[in-house]
């Protein structure tokens, strides 16, 4: 089956607890995404997802700090727009529409970010 988001090797960050979150946070998007659910069961994923997003980008924002990171502020927005992004359409939520955006949004964001910004801390950290 067409997973939402397909893993690819230019995600590597070769920051293994970043790989790693990146890794989990895929599985957990795609299977969630893999079944349409009735809305409260949704809602309730959607909540799982924004939380581990969240707790994912304190770990990169850590590091960030951690490292006095050129880009921290840039890269924080990024982290800040995609939750943002997410709390407002799961608070709208109410058809199979919005879900779709979610999907496309999420699959964009994360093919995006992962390859520019993710990517580009490991190679200034490393
Ligand atoms: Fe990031
Ligand atoms: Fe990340």
């Known amino acids: 089956m067409m997973q939402l988001i397909e893993w690819r090797d230019a995600f590597c960050t070769g920051i293994s607890g970043v ?4 890794e989990e946070l895929i ?5 969630v995404f893999s079944k349409s659910r009735g809305k409260t069961s949704m809602v309730n994923s959607l909540n799982e997802i924004y939380a581990e997003i969240a707790g994912h980008f304190m770990l990169e924002e850590q590091i960030m ?3 006095k990171y050129d880009q921290y502020e840039e890269h924080r ?3 800040a727009r995609l939750l943002e992004d997410i709390g407002a ?3 709208s939520y109410e058809s199979d ?3 779709e955006k979610l999907k496309q949004l999420m699959n964009e964001w994360f093919v995006v970010h992962f390859q520019t910004h993710d990517a ?4 200034l950290i490393d």
């Open 27 to 31: 599985k957990l998007i795609n299977s």
């Open 19 to 22: 790989d790693y979150e990146h």
């Open 65 to 67: 700090k951690h490292e």
């Open 77 to 79: 927005k990024d982290h």
């Open 89 to 91: 359409i799961t608070d």
């Open 120 to 123: 580009r801390l490991h190679r």
């Open 97 to 99: 529409e919005d879900i």
